[in-house]
């Protein structure tokens, strides 16, 4: 069954993505493909996975996403002493009607930002594994479903790895996208100065999208056609991941599967009512590159996961009419 | 003129092929009809001379028919000569008496025939055609490989033809060793400058190595092929040959045995030398112990898949006829085909609903054509003509780049032509990964700005080109 969106579809898919792209860019100095990356997230109703070093603006950006939709907002600060119940929720005793009642824990909301993620335990790292990928907790013999759209956003820093535990790759996995905000420019470090002499801008930032219009905009965006040599695109940068010498563990499917999503969105956001193999070509370090797991002797080489993707892009053929 | 290195080098190599397989035909005919009296070596030189000759041509814009008369009469000039150096030496070249002597001889080619003429005349005027062919041909990995392919059979069938009538070449090893030399390196090249295949992949942009990897890999597989290729082998390969023709002929007397045959007299197939009575008993035994109603359905089964494959093998070649009818069509300058795919089978469906309606009375509703497709394929064709033409102007497209990667580099490389180019690209990529066909004025539009491409592309000189071009380097 064709039901292809068509280019008028579309249309408001990109509407919402300059609105949404210009309210973040009141509190967020640049970073326009960081911005980008995580409206491509939102439209797949993906996790993101913020790494950079402190200072650069990771909890800026997702709490400025947040605020520009017309969402639930709940933050986790993750540290070493912070238990799974903290995160999902736990039943508690009310003596005063002799009953046992469900505490909902910050994870029922639509947007969560688990701040420093690698400070918690890997006991409490994996009570997010269910979240993420079923939408829904378990709490003693309950499972109770989360609120939609749901939206994981999780910071991390590089640097500091004292007391820190290592996401598992299970949990890495079930992010769509990871993101690196990276320093700002001399100027726009200058407008940032400007920008918060005064007042924080992210205090007075006004929602520009409910939520049942994201709802909507997800189901457009999963209907923009995706042409089949594309698809096998796709499919040739994954599984030239897992045959790559410096890879041990290459992309899962569920990795072309949210490349395949993400593409859609980015065509989407794009104005286009197809996806090209510029946006698999765009979003493939993104989508697949935290997913990888690396080799000892590719880390000593100093060969990145970025790199080794970038690597097989410049090795996979795009389909493309040959020169007969 | 700017050199285009990829229209010398693959040329070259083509004509080292066939330049083997034309001596050892003529070879061949020269030692068994005409005596050993033409020197071969000579004749052979009107090859290269043909080629550069209408190379040369090509250098001035000029009108077809001009160059056709030009090549005609240079070609007859050339055979005169050649006529005068290998078979009237002792006389000068002002003397009229060669003259005199040629018409004798070319008179009595045609009353009463000679060897020695006729095959100077014959291989004479091959050889010059075969080297205005080569002129023409395109340089790519295409037709390397495709002319490889031909060739290759050409020879295999030429060294069995001289070791059946027993003629011994003169260093066939060597012959066998330039021939795939010359094979394999016009393969290697030319993959090398479309910037396709593992070796150009390793090597982008070291020429140099590259051009002494794949001289050295020639050799080597040249040498290993020629040394297999020993007179006992090639009597094997027939042996071997014979036998499964032996097989072959067995099976298709058993089948021919089950085809019904009229009740009036059973027609008897003719004993075979493969076939002996006693070798047809087993199958005969089989035949009684199937019962006499399965044996006939098998028998209609049998016929109808006889008929089928057959009609499968006729559709298969007349499709590649035409098909290669088309392509030959479309290869003529300036002329403009659409690649019109379903075409064959639409007519054949046309016509077998017409037979229909003619002998039944009843008209079955004929197909929608697929205009939207088509419309695809067109704008497809002409993305297609603009890659190859860009690749033959030392622009190939990297196999790793999308469309509008690959539209930056040719923007640098014309940018007379950026708008057109943009154009181009936009409704190929809008036609190829959205399935969204162009109005009928598109594609008349994009088709002009495909002729403007070209033209801005002969107008401007060498010097503003973009630096891809002026610096006379494939893209890597």
Known sequence: ?324 | MKLNWRRVLLPLTAMGMEGCALYTLLFLLNERLAGNAVPILWLMTLYPAAFIFNRLLEWRPVRMAIRLIANFMAGVICLLLAFKGLLFRGMALADPAWLTALGHDLSSVFQSPQAAPLLVLLGGAALWGAGWRLAQLRPDFKTAASEFQFTLVVMLFLLFIATELDVALPNPVLLATVFFLFGLLGMSLAHAMEGAGWLAGLNRGRWGGLLLASFILVMVIGLLLSSLLTPSLLHAILDALKWVWGQVMKALVFLASLIPVPESGPIEIPPTATTSPDEAEPFRNIMELIPRIILKILRVVWVLLVIGITALALWRVSSQVFDWLRRRRGATPGAEVEPLRGAFLADLLALLRRIWAKITGIKLPARQPRAAAAELTSVRHIYERLLHWAASQGWPRPVFQTPYEYLSLLEASLPAAREELRSITDYYVRARYGQMPPSDAEIRRLKEEWHQIKQKHLSTPASKRGPEESGGKAHG
């Open chain 1, 1 to 324: 069954m064709d039901n292809r969106v068509s280019l008028p579809d579309v249309t408001p898919v990109a509407q919402a993505a300059r609105k949404l792209a210009a309210n973040i860019n009141r509190v967020i100095v640049g970073k326009e493909e960081a911005i980008r990356l995580m409206m491509v997230a939102l439209l797949c109703e993906g996790h993101v996975f913020i790494e950079d070093v402190p200072g650069i603006g990771k909890t800026m950006l997702a709490r400025a996403t947040a605020s520009s939709l017309g969402c639930t907002f709940k933050r986790i600060q993750f540290t070493p002493d912070l238990l799974p119940s903290d995160v999902t929720g736990i039943y508690y005793f009310n003596q005063k009607s002799q009953e046992f009642e469900f505490r909902p824990g910050p994870i029922m909301a639509n947007i969560v930002l688990a701040d420093e993620i690698n400070r918690a335990t890997p006991r409490t790292q994996s009570c997010l594994l269910e979240s993420m990928q079923e939408r829904q907790v378990t709490v003693d013999v309950d499972t109770i479903p989360l609120p939609r759209p749901f939206m994981v956003i999780a910071t991390q820093n590089p640097i500091e790895l004292e007391g820190t535990f290592p996401l598992p790759e299970a949990q890495l996995d079930r992010f769509l996208l990871k993101i690196k905000l990276g320093y700002p420019s001399p100027q726009e470090e200058e407008a940032i100065l400007l920008r918060f002499q005064e007042a924080n801008p992210l205090e007075g930032l006004a929602s520009v999208i409910t939520a049942p219009e994201l709802l909507q905009l997800q189901q457009l965006c999963r209907h923009v056609h995706t042409e089949e040599s594309v698809r096998g695109y796709i499919v040739a940068i994954t599984q030239a991941t897992r045959n790559h010498p410096g890879v041990k563990l290459g992309a899962s499917p569920r990795a072309s599967l949210g490349l395949y999503q993400a593409s859609q969105a980015l065509a989407a956001i794009q104005g286009r009512s197809y996806v090209l193999p510029d946006d698999v070509k765009y979003l493939a370090a993104p989508a697949l590159a935290h997913r990888l797991i690396m080799r000892t002797e590719t880390g000593l080489r100093g060969q990145s996961a970025e790199g080794i993707v970038a690597e097989i892009l410049a090795s996979t053929p795009v389909p493309v009419e040959a020169a007969s």
